[in-house]
């Protein structure tokens, strides 16, 4: 079976050689952000920040943020590291390099998206080019050889798509995990504020 797909992507023509490139490319991809999203730590890791933030154990919160595979975690030590005065800056830079982290090679994978369609498109040109010409020195009288042209051209178009429309559904993912964890990210964010707000007019308070 294997050997007769094979057969089948072999008569596409020389446009599959790239074809082949980017469904590979668009695989190691897919595999290495899904490994990426799989080792993060879970939303308790946060929690554990803010809740040593809460009852003033600043050092411990740091520490334990910092030692966090949660990117939410890592973003929230960064501010209460920097809780005077730029808490706030603080965060949003540590944010920027954890959203930039979660989101890398997905440019790649958007590329391949973009580019399989056309080289199937191109396939199916030289396919069709290829038809014609055949047509042109024969005639009519090589059906087998213009249509083969034709194959040519409607394997490739179908193969760049195939591999755009099997590369779009784990980018679309990829893409909409990230904006939820920034969105995490945020809430987060806000939550810690209230307590630095919190924790300062206490202190305000007390002197």
């Not at 094979?6 to 599959?16: D, E, P, R, S, W």
């Not at 595999?31 to 809460?54: K, Q």
């Not at 929230?76 to 979660?102: C, F, V």
């Amino acid at each position: 079976m294997l050997a007769g797909v094979l057969g089948v992507l072999a008569k596409g023509g020389l446009v599959m050689i790239p074809l082949g490139a980017c469904s590979v490319l668009a695989l190691a991809v897919v595999i290495e952000r899904a490994v990426a999203w799989l080792r993060l730590g879970s939303l308790a890791d946060p929690d554990g920040v803010l809740a040593r933030a809460a009852s003033g154990k600043w050092e411990d919160a740091i520490s334990a943020g910092e030692r966090s595979r949660s990117p939410v975690a890592r973003v929230l030590a960064a501010g209460i590291r920097h809780r005077n005065p730029a808490a706030r800056l603080a965060m949003e830079a540590a944010a920027q390099d954890e959203l930039a982290r979660m989101r890398r090679y997905l440019p790649v994978l958007d590329t391949v998206i973009t580019l399989s369609p056309l080289l199937g498109l191109l396939g199916t040109v030289t396919g069709m080019i290829g038809a014609f010409g055949i047509m042109a020195h024969a005639g009519l009288n090589q059906p087998t050889a213009i249509t083969g042209g034709v194959t040519e051209a409607l394997i490739a178009t179908a193969a760049g798509l195939g591999v755009a429309i099997v590369a779009l559904v784990p980018y679309n993912f990829f893409q909409r995990r990230a904006e939820a964890l920034a969105e995490t990210i945020e809430r987060y964010g806000s939550k810690l504020e209230l307590l630095l707000a919190e924790a300062g007019l206490a202190v305000g308070e007390a002197r």
